[in-house]
Nanobody, 126 residues
């Protein structure tokens, strides 16, 4: 059974930085897609950043381009989200997600990820 565990959330002032981590275990394929989504109560879940574990390609929501960076470790069992220049509107619960790529390197932010972590809260104060 696959498992995703997020960490690194917290409270920060606007303009500050946080780095989220997602530890993955129990998955069969090392070429899956992994992503970060976020959700504010009462609003739809939003895709933030995604990456293909088989390479270095990545995708970003327009709202975070130039401020957030998704990365992975060499063992393909950790994905990170470096968040810089944080804004109050980045406040949300952040979720790590994973899905099969079936050999395709395209891992965009469509909402068809089928494994999810429990989330980590990020609060940005202005």
């Amino acid at each position: 059974q696959g498992r995703l565990v997020e960490s690194g959330g917290g409270s920060v002032e606007a303009g500050g930085s946080l780095k989220l981590s997602c530890a993955a275990s129990g998955y069969r394929y090392s070429t899956d897609c992994m992503a970060w989504f976020r959700q504010v109560p009462g609003k739809e879940r939003e895709g933030v950043a995604s990456t293909w574990l088989g390479g270095s390609s990545s995708w970003y929501a327009d709202s975070v381009k130039g401020r957030f960076t998704i990365s992975q470790n060499g063992a393909k069992n950790m994905v990170f989200l470096q968040m810089d220049s944080l804004k109050s509107e980045d406040t949300a619960m952040y979720y790590c997600a994973r899905r099969r790529s079936f050999g395709s390197p395209t891992c965009d932010l469509t909402d068809d990820y089928n494994w999810w972590g429990q989330g980590t809260q990020v609060t940005v104060s202005s």
